[in-house]
């Protein structure tokens, strides 16, 4: 994986976050801002600013599709969901995350400098 | 799909969306933090301050859905553009007929307009190519005969020098002659003939052209004694100097003296062009080199000799260009009344100024518009042709549409694509039509090779794209328009279409009545054309039946120069006439010649000179002498030519003894009985040509009196002419013509290499060009008329055709429509010739109304060609009858096909139709 700045990190992850908070079903923003919150035991926030444009961002791109909808407590809310090519794309970025999370690791838990 | 469009009504826009999408999310933290037991009143405010800056994320939001609806929105549209084009198409495949009729129906409307626009456009409304040419004025001398013609004359290198030097009204100045020039590497090498010009250096700042290599010439440079230099023109240049930057500085040899080339003029460059002479295309339509033009003291003084062509650059300080050379005429007028109240009171002179763009194209004006007008009504026709068709079309596709409509196609959705069919079929008409164009423009250029003005500028430019787009624009509307009446009809009929079973009666009888109205119109208009072209057929059949006063069957011709730096008669003229007089000798001993002359002057190529000839013994005030066209003639000119002897002798070896000091001359009959009351007493008469080379020279005695010659073109009436012999008279140019035996059936292209050779023993330096028949010379005197006649006869033939087809397309038309009615009344009784007589009469109904229409209008329009027509009246009677009849007899062939084939059909399977 290429060498991304700090902003594309940031942008990168949360991407990532979005989608597979949204691959157990359709949810609204408010619903994906608090699993994340609550998955991570409240070390990732997502800053709701950098949310909203996340999930327009996705849904551009054609990763995930909205719809108005009666929320839980029967209000007008926007729902997302994941396309296929959503579908596609996590599992693609899921490797692509795993494969880095293992490089760091190995790089991390180097005792001895290599030759 | 109607849901979509209620949702895209009822939903929200994009900023609404936003906010409400991000209220949704404060009121469910509001909500949270109420439930984790915050205080009601701060957990709005919490809930709004750990969102942060609402407005930017609105925003970032709000045109990400822009962005996503933009794209969305497009994709819909070219989806449904691409399946519209492809339905079209596929309709016109279906229709193949239709589509080749309408496309090329509209290519060849299109393509003729936009071919004789090209032409008009660079012969009559491009600005010539020099700086501000609306300044720029040529000067002529008009003479006023007693007779009440006035007669445009080139300027003396008198009177040029006197208002270069006084006239203050014009910024500049100059003079120009035409001057051929044989061009070589080396004094004693091949030489090529080119066009040439002397020039006095100021002209290239009249014109504001600018040399691309090195320089134009100097004030110095014009001068007596002056250095010999050159310029070259571009095309020269390139051709025979290969773009060698390094030309300029180099010795070149011109008419065997060395001249240094001192620069290279730019692209496009090459006045004059043959029109700013004063015998137009005599000379040639470009010119490639240029030397200076010296005026000594005794030009200066001299008034006699009319040979120099003036220009001069109007100032900008003055005003309007048409203000500013009403002050410059007045200015000249006033100089040369002063002049001529001193030398010679009686003589009307006057001088004449013409802008350059009406010098340049006011003899081809009236051709080219007339043509333009002829071709605007082949568009007509063209146009009324296509809206016929999509109107027929769009009737047969009554029963299409209403079907469609029933299975629920949107109204629009119809019309759009009715509309993109239309318009890929304009677009391929245009597109043909661009074709046509190009290679009808081509066409035309060549139809008149040497004899357009200012054909170099024809080319593309905004003007032409701006008539293109036009006409593209304009059918496209009419396309489209066609294609949303197509489709309202639907609406209205779509009850009744699908009910009667009958697409075809409802509302049939109007756009029935239209269609023939069209039909009718076209018939009219190419009636008209027609009758055009017949008139200038005959036109151009009476030209060629005129007797020009020689026989130019069974001649060859051939110009032959000698090349001449300075015109000095005195040095060089028994060289000159020796040569002639050697190339007459071995031509008539060569096998196969009858007879062999020259002439200075040749008929038809305006090579003619004019000039007083005074009758001895007759007072006339100085330039007042009665004037004549005067040409040197050598060898058996007359023989040759097939001049006939009227009375007295022809030149003969007496006229060439005492080296050249006898004075005699042969003039014409007009002269003859305009002097002397008859030929006859023409004879022994004395006179005193104005224009002799030795001014001491004893009178000329008239030996011969000769037929007259049509020496300017065939329908110019002949002047007086004068005839003077080589051997007392020598020319450096004369035009060899060699009449062959064998009659004059007899092909003269065999002498042409006799003439070569004849000439090259004479003479090594002199040059032999433009070998052609007499029979050429004649022809190409005649190209413009050619050139009209042949193209309003194409245009009257197409327009011709295309009438005829949208005759027989809509007799076709009633003809189906009609079926039932037929199928009744063959049932009840009637007989085949009964029902073919009734479509006669259909069909003749809509010629009738179209011809009486169209001979209207052709009296009306035809007066237009008056002017260009010869020996015919623009209302000639037996021309419209022909035509009109002619027009009648198609038409009526026209109506016969349908007509019979109507006569065939069967009642039983005409009733059981539908």
Redesign the interface.
């Known amino acids: 994986m290429p060498r991304p700045d700090d902003l594309d990190l940031l942008q990168g992850t949360l991407d990532l976050l979005v989608l597979k908070t949204l691959s157990w079903g359709p949810a609204h923003g408010y619903s994906v801002a608090r699993w994340i919150t609550q998955l991570t035991d409240d070390v990732l926030t997502v800053g709701e600013g950098s949310l909203y444009p996340a999930l327009h961002r996705l849904e551009e791109r054609g990763l995930l599709t909205s719809e108005w909808r009666r929320s839980e407590n029967n209000r007008k809310a926007k729902f997302y969901r994941l396309t296929a090519r959503g579908r596609a794309q996590l599992h693609a970025e899921n490797a692509s995350w795993e494969r880095f999370a293992r490089a760091m690791g190995q790089v991390l838990r180097a005792s001895e400098q290599p030759r | 799909m109607s849901w979509r469009r209620i949702r895209h009504v009822v939903q929200p826009s994009p900023r609404a969306?936003a906010r409400?999408?991000?209220a949704?999310?404060l009121?469910?933290?509001r909500?949270e933090l109420i439930a984790s037991g915050v205080d009601p009143a701060d957990a709005r405010a919490r809930a709004a301050a750990?969102?942060?800056?609402i407005e930017?994320?609105e925003r970032?939001?709000a045109d990400?859905?822009h962005?996503?609806h933009d794209?969305r929105q497009r994709t819909e549209r070219f989806m449904n553009l691409t399946q519209d084009l492809h339905f079209g198409l596929r309709a016109l495949r279906r229709n193949p007929v239709f589509a080749a009729a309408a496309i090329a129906t509209l290519a060849l409307g299109i393509g003729a307009t936009l071919a004789v626009f090209n032409v008009v456009n660079g012969v009559l409304l491009r600005p010539l190519p020099y700086r501000h040419p609306e300044r720029i004025s040529m000067i002529w001398l008009s003479l006023r005969n007693d007779d009440g013609t006035q007669a445009d004359l080139p300027l003396t290198s008198g009177f040029f020098s006197d208002i270069e030097r006084d006239a203050r009204t014009f910024e500049s100045m100059a003079a120009f002659r035409a001057w051929p020039y044989a061009l070589a590497d080396g004094p004693s090498a091949e030489p090529e003939r080119v066009a040439g010009a002397r020039v006095t250096p100021a002209l290239f700042r009249v014109l504001g052209a600018e040399p691309l290599l090195g320089r134009t010439f100097t004030p110095d440079e014009g001068r007596p004694g002056g250095p010999s230099v050159a310029l070259i023109s571009h095309d020269l240049w390139m051709r025979r100097f290969g773009g060698d930057k390094g030309v300029v500085g180099r010795t070149v040899y011109l008419s065997g003296a060395p001249f240094t080339v001192a620069g290279v003029m730019r692209q496009g460059f090459s006045f004059p062009r043959g029109a700013e002479l004063p015998a137009p295309f005599g000379f040639g339509v470009r010119t490639d080199i240029w030397t200076p033009l010296v005026f000594d003291s005794t030009d200066r003084i001299n008034y006699g000799t009319n040979n120099l062509s003036a220009v001069g650059r109007l100032p900008s300080a003055c005003g309007e260009p048409a203000h500013c050379a009403s002050v410059a005429q007045a200015e000249l007028t006033g100089m040369l009344r002063t002049f001529l109240a001193a030398n010679a009171p009686r003589l009307k002179l006057d001088y004449r100024l013409v802008s350059m763009a009406d010098q340049a194209s006011a003899a081809v004006r009236r051709p080219l518009l007339i043509l333009l007008g002829a071709v605007a009504f082949l568009l007509l026709i063209a146009a009324a042709n296509v809206a016929g068709l999509m109107v027929a079309r769009a009737h047969a596709r009554q029963r299409e549409l209403a079907v469609r409509t029933a299975l629920g196609a949107g109204r629009w959705r119809v019309t759009r694509q009715l509309i993109t069919e239309n318009l890929v079929l304009c677009a391929l008409g245009t597109v043909a039509g661009l074709a046509i164009a190009y290679w009808g423009t081509t066409f035309m250029l060549r139809l008149v090779p040497g004899s357009l003005p200012r054909a170099d500028d024809v080319a593309l430019d905004w003007r032409v794209w701006g008539v293109a787009s036009a006409l593209a624009l304009l059918f496209a509307v009419l396309f489209g328009v066609a294609a949303s009446y197509t489709a309202a009809w639907r609406g209205t009929e779509l009850a009744g279409t699908l009910h009667t079973g009958d697409a075809r009666s409802a509302g049939g009888v109007g756009h029935r009545n239209m269609r023939r109205l069209l039909v009718a119109g076209e018939v009219g208009l190419s009636l008209v054309l027609l009758i055009g072209a017949a008139l200038l057929v005959r036109s151009f059949v009476q030209l060629q039946r005129v007797r020009p006063g020689f026989d130019a069957r069974g001649a060859l011709v051939a110009n032959v120069s000698i090349p001449v730096t300075r015109f000095q008669p005195a040095v060089d003229g028994p060289g000159w006439a020796a040569t002639f007089q050697q190339v007459m000798a071995r031509l008539a001993a060569a096998p196969g010649v009858a007879a062999a002359g020259a002439t200075s002057g040749l008929p038809m190529t305006g090579m003619f000179e004019a000039g007083g000839v005074r009758p001895v013994g007759r007072t006339y005030d100085p330039g007042q002498a009665p004037s004549a066209q005067y040409s040197v003639v050598a060898g058996d000119y007359f023989t040759a030519a097939g001049i006939r002897l009227v009375t007295g002798r022809l030149f003969d070896a007496s006229d060439a003894a005492d080296g050249g000091n006898r004075s005699t001359i042969i003039v014409n009959r007009r002269f003859a009985r305009e002097q002397y009351g008859s030929e006859t007493a023409a004879i022994g008469q004395e006179v005193s040509p104005t224009f002799e080379l030795n001014p001491g020279r004893p009178p000329r005695t008239i030996v011969g009196v000769v037929d007259d010659v049509r020496n300017v073109s065939l329908d110019a009436e002949p002047r007086p002419q004068v005839y003077l012999p080589v051997a007392q008279y020598p020319y450096p140019r004369m035009a060899v013509v060699v009449r062959v035996k064998g009659g004059p059936g007899a092909d003269p292209r065999g002498a042409a290499p006799l003439i070569r050779d004849a000439v090259r023993e004479a003479n090594r330096s002199a040059t032999v060009h433009d070998i052609r028949t007499m029979e050429d010379v004649v022809s190409e005197s005649l190209a413009r008329q050619r050139f009209s006649m042949t193209l309003i006869g194409i245009f009257a033939g197409v327009a011709l055709v295309l009438a005829m087809v949208g005759l027989y397309g809509v007799l076709a038309l009633i003809a189906s429509q009609r079926r039932r009615e037929i199928g009744v009344r063959l049932a009840l009784g009637a007989s085949p010739g009964d029902v073919v007589r009734m479509m006669l009469r259909e069909g003749a109904t809509v010629a009738a109304v179209g011809v009486a229409g169209g001979l209207l209008g052709a009296l009306a329009v035809t007066r237009v060609l008056q002017s260009v027509l010869y020996g015919v009246s623009s209302t000639d009677t037996p021309t419209f009858a022909a035509a009109t009849l002619f027009v009648v007899a198609v038409a009526l062939a026209a109506t016969w096909l349908p007509a019979r084939r109507v006569a065939r059909v069967d009642p039983r399977s005409a009733l059981a139709a539908e």
């Open positions: 969306e409400a999408e991000i949704f999310h009121e469910e933290r909500r750990e969102f942060g800056p930017p994320v970032a939001i990400s859905t962005r996503r794209r």
